[in-house]
């Protein structure tokens, strides 16, 4: 369920775009939706996307941009972008962006958001490496490539330590050395520090499973932890 403050954001962003004359059937559709009038809100937003999916290039990016704005990021969830609008538009504007610029950084970022993760066999990591890459100064890219790793890593681990670890903990090994490298350009003290946390602990096991495993003794994985003392999570 969307939180009531997230619904106030759409009418107030409504408000913003109002005066703008092909975005006008957006504005309704965030109104609409911002007041919990869901079934008017979607008629609204398919006459926009009539439109819209049709537009050039330019305008579709400028779109594109306006969506991405930092300050919205919380709303991407079927909220700000339901998906009708990241289907017909988002995706595939992201996508021509990224092949006519694939050394921007922000290209490289919203492909990673809106459609490698999306996409069977493509890698959000690789485009979100390189956004970094591109551009160090980008907070976006960096702190979601983190959680990222974070988040499948913590997957990866939630077996343990009774029963295995899903994945290639040696991926994981590599893509944790990494987001501890990267972590160091967080801007946020406090963020840098939770994360800091977060990966080394998630490195630990994961580098003690991998351990656990080269040896072969028949042991399981929570008595060889017990007997070594550690990774310490996995003695709570």
């Excluded at 492909?111 to 591109?134: D, F, Q, S, W």
């Amino acid at each position: 369920m969307p939180r009531n403050e997230d619904l106030d954001r759409l009418v107030t962003l409504a408000e913003t775009i109002a005066d703008r004359e092909a975005w006008r059937p957006f504005a309704t559709y965030l109104a609409l939706r911002g007041q919990g009038r869901r079934v008017e809100a979607l008629r609204a937003l398919d006459t926009f996307l009539n439109d819209a999916e049709n537009w050039s290039f330019a305008e579709r990016h400028a779109l594109l941009l306006w969506l991405a704005a930092d300050d919205r990021a919380s709303l991407f969830d079927n909220l700000l972008i339901p998906q009708p609008l990241w289907r017909r538009v988002v995706a595939p504007t992201a996508s021509e962006w990224l092949a006519r610029e694939p050394d921007s950084a922000r290209a490289n970022y919203l492909y990673a958001i809106h459609v490698a993760g999306a996409e069977e066999g493509a890698e959000p990591l690789a485009y979100l490496r390189k956004a970094v890459r591109l551009d160090p100064a980008d907070q976006a890219a960096r702190t979601t490539f983190i959680r990222r790793i974070v988040a499948y890593t913590q997957n990866a681990q939630h077996e343990l330590p009774w029963y295995g670890y899903l994945g290639v903990a040696s991926e994981d090994i590599r893509d944790l050395r990494d987001a501890l490298v990267m972590v160091e350009g967080v801007a946020d003290p406090a963020l840098r520090a939770a994360f800091m946390a977060a990966l080394a602990e998630l490195l630990d096991t994961a580098e003690a499973w991998e351990a656990f495993q080269a040896l072969g003794d028949g042991a399981d994985f929570a008595s060889w932890c017990v007997a070594r003392g550690g990774p310490a999570r996995m003695l709570r």
